[in-house]
């Protein structure tokens, strides 16, 4: 399984970006699909998640300002919107799967966990 991130860039302070991230491969189906980010000299942090049910949480820190989604046609691709851009937010954003390969019967088997290659989203003040 393979996802694919892009949509990052350079942005000034105040400012949006959106993130897409679609997914490939052959699997049964998606539990959850999400996006972390990691700054320099700091640990991976989640920002935001959606799962298959719709469920959703955030990270404080992005809460009101951030929103995941996904495509109403491409089940398999997830955006992050990002309104009202903050200096620390510059970080390197991931992609994340968390599914099911098919099992027997094509019933939900084995849990993976995918990730994507993370873009770059800078923001200057």
């Known amino acids: 399984v393979q996802l694919q991130a892009s949509g990052g860039g350079v942005v000034q302070a105040g400012g949006s970006l959106r993130l897409p991230c679609g997914a490939s491969g052959n699997f049964h189906s998606i539990s959850s699909m999400a996006w972390y980010r990691q700054a320099p000299g700091e640990e991976r942090e989640l920002v935001a998640r959606?799962?298959?049910?719709?469920?959703?949480?955030y990270a404080a820190s992005v809460k009101g300002r951030f929103t995941i989604s996904r495509d109403d046609d491409a089940k398999n691709t997830v955006y992050l919107h990002m309104n009202r851009l903050r200096p620390e937010d510059t970080a390197v954003y991931y992609c994340?799967?968390?599914?099911?390969?098919?099992?027997?019967?094509?019933?939900?088997?084995?849990?993976?966990?995918?990730w994507g290659q993370g873009t770059l989203v800078t923001v200057s003040s």
């Open positions: 994340n799967l968390v599914g099911f390969f098919a099992g027997k019967g094509w019933s939900p088997g084995r849990r993976f966990t995918s």
């Open positions: 959606q799962t298959s049910d719709g469920d959703q949480n």
